[in-house]
């Protein structure tokens, strides 16, 4: 991995141990509903991101980087979801928006220069 995907990675896994953190302090219904999900999606994020680059296929790695690209967006509306349903409070709700957004933005820097290399971007 490079120095940017080696940054990508760390933050990915500050942002899934962010939603483990807070989902932590849920009302214990919304365990097996927003916690579950969003714990779910944000793991997807990572585990798809570094699944991808343990393939060989540039298209299959793509395939894969959107699903983590897909994966974060799930996990970004839950973070919202979870403000204005007054689960966490603001502080910890901008944390996780600036992990998200830097998050999506490195990650759709990966997926545009991986199309790029297999030709689907000029």
């Given at each position: 991995?490079?120095?940017?995907?080696?940054?990508?990675?760390?933050?990915?896994?500050?942002?899934?141990?962010?939603?483990?953190?807070?989902?932590?302090?849920?009302?214990?219904?919304?365990?097996?509903?927003?916690?579950?999900?969003?714990?779910?999606?944000?793991?997807?994020?990572?585990?798809?991101?570094?699944?991808?680059?343990?393939?060989?296929?540039?298209?299959?790695?793509?395939?894969?980087?959107?699903?983590?690209?897909?994966?974060?967006?799930?996990?970004?509306?839950?973070?919202y979801?979870?403000?204005?349903?007054?689960?966490?409070?603001?502080?910890?709700?901008?944390?996780?928006?600036?992990?998200?957004?830097?998050?999506?933005?490195?990650?759709?820097?990966?997926?545009?220069?991986?199309e790029?290399?297999?030709?689907?971007?000029?």
């Amino acid at each position: 991995m490079t120095e940017f995907q080696d940054k990508l990675k760390k933050l990915m896994d500050e942002y899934v141990h962010f939603v483990y953190s807070v989902t932590r302090k849920f009302p214990k219904e919304e365990m097996y509903s927003s916690v579950s999900q969003w714990r779910r999606s944000t793991l997807s994020t990572i585990l798809n991101y570094i699944e991808g680059y343990a393939r060989k296929k540039s298209l299959v790695q793509l395939n894969f980087l959107e699903i983590s690209y897909g994966s974060l967006k799930e996990s970004k509306y839950l973070l919202y979801f979870s403000q204005k349903q007054k689960f966490i409070n603001e502080d910890d709700y901008l944390r996780g928006l600036k992990l998200a957004e830097e998050i999506g933005k490195m990650l759709w820097t990966e997926i545009y220069s991986l199309e790029k290399k297999c030709g689907m971007k000029k």
